[in-house]
């Protein structure tokens, strides 16, 4: 058996989701096991602490740090309001006396007399998290989350952009090696998770945020146009925080590439559905890949779900992307599996396999430049 | 049972890497320890294995079917050796992961600050910020920067012991104000590790205790004159083992196999960086540029320096590298031309699919010059790094005075330095030596001479963990198997003019005829002298040149050949310039491919 270098990205027709939804704080969990939840119920919420606000007093006020307890006209614990008087000197003879206003509202959290600092905390701040994906709570981590399920459509994509968010599938393009530009769309298009074939260029971008989409799927995007959204150079792949408007999922890679068959087919065929997308990507130690999951209609969970079995690895037979110039993109399965390391045009020695490419050409590609395709 | 580490017969060593898991046996034979074989397998940190180990296993499985030994018993590691099963020892290290990600904190950022940075990066880890009372930023955004990282631990250090104690109170209160929430997890407490100012602990105690796992140890910069950094470093590794290690899957198992604890890859090759330079003494530059990061390490005067440079590698983080370094500067050493729009896909498809590798030529040179701004950013960064202590007194005679030089000066002196060793698959997997040389010159720009080598199927970080177990072991098969010297490189510092005389070089090899040559300014080219009885080398550098002894002044030694020989470089030095039309500097690049016998026709 081979190894497989590259474990390949899923595009499942029917699977079951399951999803963790978790705080990043104890908090309070909303809903109970059982529940069904939908994408955008709020699921459990906490808070995090407020801004904190440091104010050397010692300094400002011209005091040692062992005194100014004596000078404070709030103690730890206190509720403050901006521009309420937080500490004063006596003076001189009860003249010329000085005082601090606090810069914000909050609560006096220390006051420190070996470094004469004061620290005020702010309101706390809400954080809610939300079930991401219409489901059932399987599971409920006390205090935490929960865990939801759904039996779904699953595919994964190879980089993204935004975080979660869902909305209805959309086909804009009607081949997979069609270009996704800014005509084909309109105001019709927002609140959709757009489907498109082998490129979105930027205009077209621009005009889905400016429309209010929630999502493009496409099989490429250029790494200049990356820059240009961001108003930054990406300089490592670990994404989900940019608040674009819409998140963008890419499917094959960047430059112009022709989404795979597989994956084109099935979007098509859920035209009309609610789906979630979640742009996060994460390539380094715990990958995380862009995703798209959309729920199959309760009828359809009926039917039995083939339990996938571990994966094989390479064999011959195997269906395979290649994942790196030359045939970037072209899908072939494998014919041959020499044992021997063999010598490439760079003159490396490598292991190969030999695959049927689409077209009916046979190549010789590097094993660690081709990807599974597992269902 | 305890184990006799003294009378080893045989090792078997993995270095678990962010992309392959490495593993290597090595065996006693006829008095000295030799590499047997090397395996490789994918590392498994991630879904849907998430268990190190079993890369581990399948890297040792393949070290099993190269050397015919049995090596395992179905999932078990069989130690210690009986007859022809089993080794005696087994180590490993690892960076996968992620590495530990660190913040550490000081008073002032030239002094205490830097200290705790040396502490940290000597451990192996990589520091997300340096936080110092007099970093220029205002209170709040320190803490803001300290909520907005997640980092897996935290350095606090600061004050001389029986100086002032309220800097480094105040940088403690800060950071029990930000709260810190450390990457691995709700339940999961920070661990914080005070090194700073004795008197001030029991306040640190009282503000730190609670909300993280506190530990204390000596202070890392006692006086302003020393550095101690050796405790600091230890409770870092420990806790490093202790937190981060056994969160990530897969390595609790593993760390239970090992006969010594795990060492972090970086604070291993720095281990065998170390021991050439005693045990040869001599100044080493050493880099690993791996996919994620690029490691230097440096001994110049007797002091080791390490730098992780953590945004420059060549799949993780080359996309970060293109940022840094900009398009021109990467394009200037493509000898071909290429749509800029057309290298900034092939650069981010390599980020997302990290594990793929060159088919083409042309994809090789975009590698390759990619590599040389990595390795040309990272040395940057170490340069400025690797100082001498400042803050220190120091007696001045007459002559300082009119030297001008204060401490905090680059310990990194390119003509002193000795060898420059580099390791990392685009270095070490180079599919023609030459280009690991070419890529080592390039990037550091060797100044008189200077050996270069590349670790031969990187196993510097197996050889530094098992440097702390067996000395002799680890440098046996260091210099006979791991290294493969490429040359000596010989270049003066100066610039001329074209078509003028730059020096005169005499080259006698062993058992061969002496090449006698007078070089012009803007040459590169290599005298075959393979490595094995030192090649003699006489070097007469025109006026206005310097190869070590002094501007104008010869030189006479013997230097060890290579794979490529005796490379001389007469491009420049201080300053050397590619041409900046864009034509010419192709047609140069690619008659110094041609000079260095770089690449097939």
């Known amino acids: 058996m081979a190894h497989a270098y590259t474990p390949g990205l899923r595009v499942a027709e029917r699977t079951t989701v399951l999803k963790e939804r978790r705080l990043p704080l104890p908090g309070e969990v909303l809903v109970k096991e059982g529940d069904i939840v939908n994408a955008d119920q709020v699921v459990a919420k906490t808070d995090l602490p407020g801004n904190v606000q440091p104010i050397n007093v010692a300094n400002l006020l011209s005091l040692e740090p062992a005194d100014i307890k004596e000078f404070m006209l709030k103690k730890e614990g206190d509720a403050i309001k901006k521009d309420e008087p937080l500490a004063r000197t006596a003076g001189l003879f009860g003249m010329f006396k000085r005082t601090h206003h606090s810069p914000v509202s909050g609560t006096v959290e220390s006051v420190s007399d070996v470094t004469g600092q004061v620290l005020i905390r702010e309101a706390p701040i809400p954080v809610e998290v939300k079930a991401y994906i219409d489901g059932t709570v399987t599971e409920l981590f006390p205090n935490e989350g929960i865990a939801v399920e759904t039996t779904a459509a699953y595919i994964q994509g190879i980089f993204g952009l935004g975080g979660e968010t869902n909305g209805e599938l959309t086909m804009v393009c009607s081949e997979p090696d069609e270009v996704l530009t800014e005509s084909q769309i309109d105001e019709s298009c927002r609140g959709k998770v757009l489907v498109g074939g082998s490129l979105l260029d930027l205009p077209a971008l621009h005009k889905a945020i400016q429309v209010g989409a929630k999502g493009v799927v496409v099989g490429g995007f250029n790494d200049q146009d990356v820059k240009e959204v961001l108003g930054y150079d990406l300089g490592v792949a670990i994404t989900g925080h940019e608040e674009l408007g819409t998140t963008l999922l890419i499917t094959e890679g960047f430059g112009k590439i022709r989404m795979a068959e597989d994956t084109f087919n099935l979007l098509k065929s859920l035209e009309g559905r609610k789906a979630s997308i979640n742009g996060a990507t994460q390539i380094r130690a715990g990958v995380i890949r862009p995703e798209v999951v959309i729920p199959l209609a309760k009828d359809e969970t009926k039917k039995d779900i083939e339990e996938k079995g571990a994966s094989e690895g390479m064999v011959i037979g195997s269906q395979v992307r290649v994942i790196r110039q030359p045939h970037f993109g072209v899908l072939g ?32 590609i590097p094993r660690a430049n081709v990807e599974l395709i597992e269902k | 049972m305890t184990k006799d580490l003294e009378n080893i017969q045989s090792v078997l060593a993995t270095d678990c890497g962010s992309t392959t898991t490495k593993a290597i046996l090595i065996e006693k034979r006829d008095g000295e320890y030799r590499l047997i074989v090397r395996g490789e397998a994918p590392t498994t940190v991630e879904a849907p294995v998430e268990d190190v180990t079993k890369g581990a296993l399948n890297a040792i499985r393949e070290v099993e079917e190269l050397s015919g030994r049995t090596l395992l018993d179905g999932e078990k590691i069989i130690t210690p050796q009986e007859g022809d099963r089993g080794s005696d020892v087994y180590l490993s290290t690892s960076s996968a992961g992620g590495g530990l990600q660190m913040m550490v904190a000081g008073v002032v950022k030239s002094m205490t600050a830097e200290s705790a940075e040396r502490a940290a990066l000597g451990a192996g880890a990589i520091v997300m910020d340096v936080l110092a009372s007099n970093d220029g930023r205002r209170a709040y955004q320190r803490i803001e920067r300290i909520r907005h990282l997640r980092p897996d631990m935290i350095l606090l250090s600061g004050g001389i012991d029986g100086g002032t104690i309220s800097h480094v109170v105040e940088l403690a209160e800060l950071i029990e104000a930000a709260k ?64 981060v290690m056994a969160q990530a899957p897969g390595y609790d198992k593993l760390m239970s196999w090992t006969d010594v604890p795990i060492m972090p890859t970086p604070g291993a090759v720095g281990n065998i960086i170390q021991t050439i330079a ?13 996919g994620a990061t690029t490691d230097i390490f440096s001994v110049f005067q007797d002091i080791f320096n390490r730098t992780v440079s953590a945004n420059l590698g060549m799949s993780y983080s080359v996309s970060n590298v293109l940022a840094e370094a900009g398009m021109d500067s990467i394009m200037r050493w493509v000898p071909f031309e290429m749509d800029p729009a057309d290298l900034r896909n092939r650069i981010g498809n390599k980020m997302i699919r990290p594990t793929t590798v060159p088919q083409t030529l042309e994809e090789l040179m975009i590698e390759q010059a990619i590599a040389r701004e990595a390795l040309r950013l990272a040395f940057i960064q170490h340069k400025s790094f690797a100082v001498g202590l400042k803050g220190i007194q120091q007696e001045r005679n007459i002559s300082d005075t009119f030297d001008q030089t204060a401490t905090g000066q680059s310990l990194v002196n390119m003509m002193s330095l000795d060898m420059l060793v580099g390791s990392g698959g685009v270095l070490s997997h180079a599919p023609r030596r030459q280009q690991a040389a070419f890529m080592l010159i390039d990037a550091f720009l060797p100044e008189g001479i200077t050996q270069l080598a590349v670790d031969s199927i990187f196993m510097m970080p197996q050889l530094g963990v098992l440097a702390t177990v067996h000395k002799q072991a680890a440098t046996d098969v260091f210099t006979k198997d791991c290294l493969i010297r490429l040359g000596t490189c010989i270049a003066p510092v100066g610039e001329g003019k074209p078509n003028k005389t730059c020096m005169k070089i005499s080259v006698k090899v062993p058992g061969g005829e002496t090449v006698d040559k007078e070089v012009m300014y803007g040459e590169l080219f290599v005298i075959p002298a393979p490595y094995g009885e030192p090649v003699e080398v006489a070097v007469e550098p025109a006026r206005g040149f310097d190869m070590g002894a002094g501007k104008g002044k010869a030189v006479k030694t013997r230097v060890p050949g290579g794979t490529s020989g005796i490379i001389v470089d007469t491009r420049g030095r201080r300053p050397f310039e590619l041409p900046a039309d864009h034509a010419e500097r192709v047609e140069r690049l690619q008659a110094w491919n041609k000079a260095m016998d770089a690449y097939p026709e």
């Open chain 1, 333 to 364: 399965h494998v014919t041959e599996l020499p044992a021997a390391l063999q010598k490439l045009p760079t003159e490396g020695m490598v292991r190969v396999c030999k695959v049927k490419l689409e077209s009916g050409e046979e190549v010789i």
């Open chain 2, 180 to 243: 810190p929430r450390p990457r691995l997890g709700i339940g999961y407490q920070l661990p914080v590790i005070y090194a700073g100012n004795r008197d001030a602990r029991p306040h640190i105690e009282k503000i730190l205790e609670e909300m993280t796992s506190l530990d204390v140890v000596d202070n890392l910069r006692p006086v302003l004159e020393r550095e101690n950094l050796g405790p600091a470093r230890e409770k870092i590794h420990d806790l490093f083992m202790e937190h």
């Open chain 2, 278 to 290: 005693e045990v040869e003494k001599i100044e080493v530059v050493g880099v690993d540029i791996g």
